[in-house]
């Protein structure tokens, strides 16, 4: 992947001596870092931190399609807020807290899920470190967050900052799904007839600048559903 790179933009997965030829040979001019892949799903530990580093909201969310994927080989884009945090994510996320001595900060750290037993890293089913940012994640999800946890994480923020503290308590908790599809592929349902079938469930939609597109989608959908089933929508690995 580019040193300087964003996301999975220009990143290659080498699987074979092939693979590693054909990168060189096609070697861009910028600085590449070269890793071990890990399969795994991606998962987040989102939460507001006051200045005594107690931990006022968390959540997360689940990536089941690898944004390597998306990028590379532009297929739609799927990702959903938990209605619940599972325990091991929870506590991964408070123990990095605690680690990196968290005070007044929105954060967003990210774990693998090893889909695969992984020498040097872990079993399958263990959750293993990926990133540390100590901001909010990025694009729509802040506004996913207060869908799926029926409050509102921007007062809960500015309390923070103010305060130290916040009256704002989450409400009823439901997974909230963003899908985002790409122009020029075949879909079950039209535009309209996923208007029209999830009207009681979306919550925003809209078109994305092509700038956004190649990560998210052309057209966007978040909605809101009781059942895991019901976000992702089909979708199965």
């Given at each position: 992947?580019?040193?300087?790179?964003?996301?999975?933009?220009?990143?290659?997965?080498?699987?074979?001596e092939?693979?590693?030829?054909?990168?060189?040979?096609?070697?861009?001019?910028?600085p590449?870092?070269?890793?071990?892949?890990?399969?795994?799903?991606?998962?987040?530990?989102?939460a507001?931190?006051?200045s005594?580093?107690?931990?006022?909201?968390?959540t997360?969310?689940?990536?089941?399609?690898?944004?390597?994927?998306?990028?590379?080989?532009?297929?739609n884009?799927l990702?959903?807020?938990?209605?619940?945090?599972?325990?091991?994510?929870?506590?991964?996320?408070?123990?990095?807290?605690?680690?990196?001595?968290?005070?007044?900060?929105?954060?967003?750290?990210?774990?693998?899920r090893?889909?695969?037993?992984?020498?040097?890293?872990?079993?399958?089913?263990?959750?293993?470190?990926?990133?540390?940012?100590?901001?909010?994640?990025?694009?729509?999800?802040?506004?996913?967050?207060?869908?799926?946890?029926?409050?509102?994480?921007?007062?809960i923020?500015?309390?923070?900052?103010?305060?130290d503290?916040?009256?704002?308590?989450?409400?009823?908790r439901?997974?909230?799904?963003?899908?985002?599809?790409?122009?020029?592929?075949?879909?079950?349902?039209?535009?309209?007839?996923?208007?029209?079938?999830?009207?009681?469930?979306?919550?925003?939609?809209?078109?994305?600048?092509?700038?956004?597109?190649?990560?998210?989608?052309?057209?966007?959908?978040?909605?809101?559903?009781?059942?895991?089933?019901?976000?992702?929508?089909?979708?199965s690995?």
């Amino acid at each position: 992947k580019p040193d300087c790179g964003v996301g999975a933009c220009d990143t290659w997965k080498l699987e074979n001596e092939k693979d590693l030829t054909d990168f060189f040979r096609n070697l861009p001019s910028v600085p590449y870092i070269m890793e071990e892949l890990v399969p795994g799903e991606i998962c987040s530990y989102d939460a507001i931190v006051n200045s005594k580093g107690t931990v006022l909201f968390e959540t997360g969310n689940i990536t089941p399609i690898s944004i390597m994927d998306i990028v590379n080989h532009e297929d739609n884009a799927l990702f959903y807020i938990v209605k619940q945090l599972s325990s091991d994510v929870r506590l991964a996320g408070r123990a990095t807290v605690k680690s990196f001595n968290v005070r007044s900060r929105f954060v967003h750290f990210e774990f693998f899920r090893l889909q695969k037993d992984q020498k040097g890293l872990g079993r399958k089913g263990d959750i293993v470190g990926l990133e540390v940012n100590m901001r909010p994640s990025g694009g729509f999800s802040p506004d996913m967050m207060d869908f799926a946890c029926t409050t509102d994480v921007y007062k809960i923020w500015a309390d923070m900052i103010a305060f130290d503290k916040t009256e704002m308590h989450p409400g009823e908790r439901q997974y909230c799904a963003f899908a985002g599809r790409r122009d020029g592929k075949r879909f079950v349902l039209s535009h309209e007839a996923v208007m029209e079938k999830y009207r009681q469930n979306i919550r925003m939609e809209d078109r994305l600048p092509e700038v956004l597109a190649d990560a998210m989608g052309n057209q966007i959908y978040i909605a809101r559903f009781s059942e895991k089933a019901l976000a992702l929508g089909g979708y199965s690995k």
